[in-house]
């Protein structure tokens, strides 16, 4: 299968009998992907009917998304909280964290079934009932059945809270794509690109789902955001982090044998030495750019979680860090907080192996890098 970004759009077009895709500063995106899956990815069978999918989903809810508006301009009123955004190297607890957080009546996050279909907005009465939970749910549980590794690496429940990587595809300006296929050239493109309508689309994207929804204090999660971080906080000033803590050369080959496995339901090339060179520039220029940003702006919105205190004592971590970011960490806050960590014990669904030689690299390669981030912040565990 050759891809093609008009037959896309006007298949996308086709299914919504929309038309309008809002500023045509996400064309650039689509054509760099698409360019990118038809000359890198190697893709399978089964790659092309998930990349196609994964397209036509993002330009559908990017069509949806900008009717809605025209409907009802009044969206934009509203006006976000924060939000706080749980950042740090992949595999370093940060779904952990986030959840936890999430679990906190007085954060609004972005739910599983939601980052998927945006629209209609959901509504405070039906959130818990809304169809499309029960639709997340069947895709979670065939998931698991033709790739039952994926419960031992990564959380996923309809209704827990997500990475807002779906939000930036619809710009098509995310990691996601690197993540499940080979696309070098997109990536040397997305690490230098223009990051600033990303967030200008991703915070429509937090109004419309706010807007019949409550609360508006916002709690959001991804280790992508330490890319752009000067984009995130123009879309949002008041942005506060917490950021999660880990010995990076424990968490690389964690990191590529995630990449690893997803990627091969794909295509059927792999290199595992290319992708553990790649994963190492990747996050270690992440890290790079987020501690020059973290001096710029000053150290009182950034709040540092260790990986070992989040295992040892989830409630206790997040307490220290509420009170470090001037939060509240109420009686029903820490209820639920508990309540989260008892049901989601570290382990509880299971592990998987991985070894850093399995991708051409040493601890001590890994860490060097890394110099003036260990020296700096407690990534020991």
């Known amino acids: 299968m050759t891809f093609s970004a008009d037959e896309l759009s006007d298949g996308a077009c086709a299914a919504t009998g929309l038309d309008d895709f809002g500023s045509p500063y996400y064309r650039e995106g689509l054509d760099r992907t698409v360019d990118a899956l038809n000359t890198e990815a190697d893709l399978n069978e089964m790659g092309n009917v998930i990349q196609h ?3 036509s989903n993002a330009l559908i809810q990017r069509l949806r998304i900008v009717d809605t508006y025209k409907q009802h301009p009044e969206i934009d009123d ?3 909280g924060g939000p706080v955004f749980v950042i ?38 039906t959130q818990h009932t809304d169809p499309r939970i029960a639709r997340a749910a069947e895709g979670i549980a065939m998931m698991d059945e033709m790739f039952p590794r994926m419960r031992t ?18 710009s098509f300006r995310t990691f996601h794509f690197d993540g499940v296929v080979r696309v070098p050239g997109y990536l040397g493109w997305l690490m230098r690109c223009d990051m600033r309508e990303t967030y200008t ?9 706010q807007w019949h929804c409550p609360p508006t204090l916002w709690h959001l999660r991804t280790p992508v955001h330490m890319f752009a971080l000067d984009a995130l906080v123009e879309a949002y000033p008041n942005a506060k982090f917490l950021w999660s803590h880990r010995d990076p050369a424990k968490v690389l080959a964690s990191v590529c044998s995630l990449i690893a496995y997803v990627r091969s339901w794909s295509s059927d090339r792999s290199d595992a030495e290319e992708l553990g060179a790649e994963q190492l520039e990747c996050w270690a220029e992440a ?7 973290r001096r710029r702006l000053g150290d009182d919105r950034f709040v540092d979680v260790s990986f070992a205190d989040l295992q040892v004592d989830p409630v206790g971590a997040l307490q220290k860090s509420y009170t470090q970011l001037g939060l509240d960490f109420t009686d029903a806050a820490r ?3 508990r309540q989260w960590a ?9 592990s998987h192996a991985y070894e850093l030689a399995d991708y051409g690299l040493t601890p001590e390669q890994v860490r060097e890098p890394f110099t003036e981030y260990l020296a700096t912040y407690d990534a020991t565990a």
């Open 78 to 80: 509203e006006v976000v």
């Open 88 to 125: 740090g190297l992949p595999r370093t607890g940060t779904t952990a964290l986030s959840q936890l957080v999430a679990s906190d009546p007085q954060f609004r996050s972005l739910r599983q079934w939601e980052s998927q279909a945006c629209t209609p907005p959901p509504e405070a009465a």
């Open 153 to 170: 690496m990564i959380n996923s429940e309809p209704e827990a809270a997500t990475e807002c990587q779906d939000l930036m595809g619809m």
């Open 201 to 209: 689309f991703h915070r429509q994207v937090l109004k419309l789902l």
């Open 287 to 293: 890290v790079r750019r987020a501690m020059d940003f």
């Open 342 to 350: 008892d049901e989601h014990k570290p382990g509880s669904r299971g």
């Open 53 to 55: 999918a994964t397209i």
């Open 335 to 337: 209820a639920a907080v």
